[in-house]
Each structure stands twice: as structure tokens, then as C-alpha cells.
């Protein structure tokens, strides 16, 4: 973490404390644009179809 007094001397604005909404709850990062969020779960979805295809082929579990 940059400290505050510093903040001005990387960056071109006065130090801002990251305000509620934009946090989750952890609160460690930012939350993510819903098209992010879509992306992912369409990733997902098309892993766990390969990873169901790939057993369904091998029933027996040997790589």
C-alpha cells in the first residue's frame, strides 16, 4: 500500500479512500463489471462441459 502522504506525488490527484460501493465484501478488490462476471461463468460452464465429456469418455478415471 502507497502511503497517503505519497499518494500525490504518483499520482496526479489528492488521495481518495476507496468508497463503499465499489468494494465487495471482503473489501480486498474492486468488484467486477457484470460482462466480466458473464465471461467468467461462460468460461466455467464451458470448462465443466469438457471436464463432464472427458469422464463420460473415460469412465475409469485413468490420465
Known amino acids: ?10 499520482f496526479d490527484e489528492p488521495y481518495r479512500p ?3 460501493p465499489q468494494m465487495c465484501k471482503r473489501g480486498q478488490r474492486p468488484k ?3 460482462y466480466i462476471i458473464r465471461q467468467r461463468r461462460a468460461r466455467y460452464k464451458k470448462i465443466m462441459k469438457l471436464l463432464q465429456r472427458q469422464q463420460q469418455a473415460d469412465p475409469e478415471g485413468g490420465e
Open 1 to 10: 500500500m502507497i502511503p497517503e502522504s505519497e499518494w500525490h506525488l504518483i
Open 32 to 34: 467486477d463489471p457484470p
Open 18 to 20: 476507496p468508497t463503499e
